[in-house]
């Protein structure tokens, strides 16, 4: 929580997390019991159904960033 009393402090445009699904829910959630007002990103790691489920109602409105080569040809690409 002491974290996210120091994003707070610094009064950032926004805040990206790089973390687990936990880890992230668990920022998500001190950040909505703080009040915070600021737009929320997350990485691509963080983007499981664990995330919803562990962070609730402080995950919603958090976006997600993720990486798509749409150059990749190869059998495993999903394009």
Known sequence: Q???E???ADKPQAVLFI???IDTALMAQY???LNLDIPFF???WANTSE????GGRA???LETISAYNFQNSSKNSPA
């Open 6 to 8: 120091q994003v707070n």
């Open 42 to 44: 997350a990485s691509s």
């Open 31 to 33: 950040a909505h019991q």
């Open 2 to 4: 002491k974290l996210m």
């Open 59 to 61: 995950v919603e409105g």
């Open 19 to 21: 973390a687990s699904p």
């Open 51 to 54: 995330l919803v489920e562990k």
